[in-house]
């Protein structure tokens, strides 16, 4: 059984730039979630994909959005990077969009300079 | 406004000895939480969780114990090894309308078991 990937692992971007995140999720898991961890902090959730639909967002600005695939992989764009946007990009996969553990990629490092 | 504190930045304990970390959560619409442990350069790791139908829950060295009144969780690990340092993270969910599963997270204790 493959575990959640996460490409690529570090990322350096310039502020004003476009970066797209991408997640690959556990084997027969059909939702996607993603979250934001910056130092110091716990992730915060941005938000989930359940069947290729948007299924609830947090409270991140509209220039952060997302995708997922028939096959359940997912992409997290964002676009106009601010510098507050570097922060370790974390991907979780579920079973379901209800009520199940979720498990999560190695997460992408963020630097906007 | 944080809804889920883990007030311990930092916990240190001797080998064999027991952990306790704790969680205090404020909305009263949590049902579900779940305790995650982090090592560094890698994702967090489920470790166990609990419903709020329940007041404990175990998981071989690990036990959660939830109290809805005071809205406080725990995670002892018993006995505690070297390889359990890493960071503890507690997170909480609830009913969402459209079923979404938004897990709300604490900053994070750090664990640290000394042989």
């Known amino acids: 059984e493959t575990g959640v990937t996460q490409s690529p692992t570090h990322l350096i971007k310039t502020r004003g730039q476009q970066v797209t995140l991408r997640c690959s999720s556990q084997s027969g898991h059909n939702t996607v979630s993603w979250y934001q961890q910056a130092l110091g902090q716990g992730p915060q959730f941005i938000f989930q994909?359940?069947?290729?639909?948007?299924?609830g967002r947090g409270n991140f600005p509209p220039r952060f959005s997302g995708l997922q695939f028939p096959n359940y992989s997912s992409e997290l764009n964002v676009n106009a990077l601010e510098l507050d946007d570097s922060a370790l990009y974390l991907c979780?996969?579920?079973?379901?969009?209800?009520?199940?553990?979720?498990?999560f990629g190695p997460g992408t490092r963020l630097t906007v300079t | 406004d944080q809804q889920v504190k883990q007030n311990s930045p930092s916990l240190s304990v001797q080998e064999g000895r027991i952990s306790i970390l704790n969680c205090d959560y404020t909305?009263?619409?949590?049902?579900?939480f779940l305790w995650y442990k982090k090592y560094p350069a890698e994702g967090p790791t489920f470790l166990i969780s609990?419903?709020?139908?329940?007041d404990k829950n175990e998981d071989g060295r690990f036990t959660v114990f939830l109290n809805k009144s005071a809205k406080h969780l725990s995670l002892h690990i018993v006995p505690s090894q070297p390889g359990d340092s890493a960071v503890y993270f507690c997170a909480a969910s609830g009913r969402r309308e459209g079923g979404s599963e938004k897990l709300v997270f604490g900053k994070g204790t750090k664990l640290t078991v000394n042989p």
């Open positions: 979780a996969s579920s079973l379901s969009r209800g009520r199940n553990e979720q498990y």
């Open positions: 994909y359940y069947r290729e639909e948007e299924n």
């Open positions: 909305n009263s619409m949590f049902d579900y």
């Open positions: 609990i419903s709020s139908i329940k």
